[in-house]
T-cell receptor, first 113, second 115 residues
């Protein structure tokens, strides 16, 4: 069973609208949680990294939240743009081994004009 | 500063052959990690090299191997290719500090097709 579950699997939103992606994990012990954006045909690009003590972090129009108690994270996209169309991947690492990463399957976001 | 580069970008092989993929990390980065990405399985961790030593390893068979050179460049080798090895192979480099904020920078990937 995957230790990182993302929802929804895909979503379509209109340009200018907001959306929120969810990530639930069971990885333990927890070190940090990362959100990546992957455009079609390209490698993932890091959006945010949050450690246990952080509960929110922003990167331009992307805001990630983390609740380490409930093991949930969300990525909020504000005022979406066509360039936001991509796959968003949630990645969790264990504190014992920072490079043992567990990946979610990703949420595919399509922004339409 | 140049990003992570991977060569070749595309590769077609037949079952039973072997393949070597190359990754050049960002200058100054000492850690290189390799990942396999398929539509069905998503991203899966293969292994990580730091200072020419394999530091971490995922759950892949021994057909998948790698190495890192003194200039931090890394190669990944897959022997006796199987149809299921068709995937996008990504490498990522980082400083390798092992801290919670050590950002990984991904290359564009090598698309391997096994016929």
């Amino acid at each position: 069973k995957n230790q990182v579950e993302q929802s929804p699997q895909s979503l379509i939103i209109l340009e200018g609208k907001n959306c929120t992606l969810q990530c639930n994990y069971t990885v333990s012990p927890f070190s940090n949680l990362r959100w990546y954006k992957q455009d079609t045909g390209r490698g993932p690009v890091s959006l945010t990294i949050m450690t246990f003590s952080e509960n929110t972090k922003s990167n331009r129009r992307y805001t990630a939240t983390l609740d380490a108690d409930t093991k949930q994270s969300s990525l909020h996209i504000t005022a979406s743009q066509l360039s936001d169309s991509a796959s968003y991947i949630c990645v969790v690492s264990e504190s014992r081994n920072d490079y043992k990463l567990s990946f979610g399957a990703g949420t595919t976001v399509t922004v339409r004009a | 500063k140049a990003g992570v580069t991977q060569t070749p970008r595309y590769l077609i092989k037949t079952r039973g052959q072997q393949v070597t993929l190359s990754c050049s990390p960002i200058s100054g980065h000492r850690s290189v990690s390799w990942y396999q990405q398929t539509p069905g399985q998503g991203l899966q961790f293969l292994f990580e090299y730091f200072s020419e030593t394999q530091r971490n390893k995922g759950n892949f068979p021994g057909r998948f191997s790698g190495r890192q050179f003194s200039n931090s460049r890394s190669e990944m080798n897959v022997s006796t290719l199987e149809l299921g090895d068709s995937a996008l192979y990504l490498c990522a480099s980082s400083l390798g500090l092992g801290s919670g904020t050590d950002t990984q920078y991904f290359g564009p990937g090598t698309r391997l097709t096994v016929l």
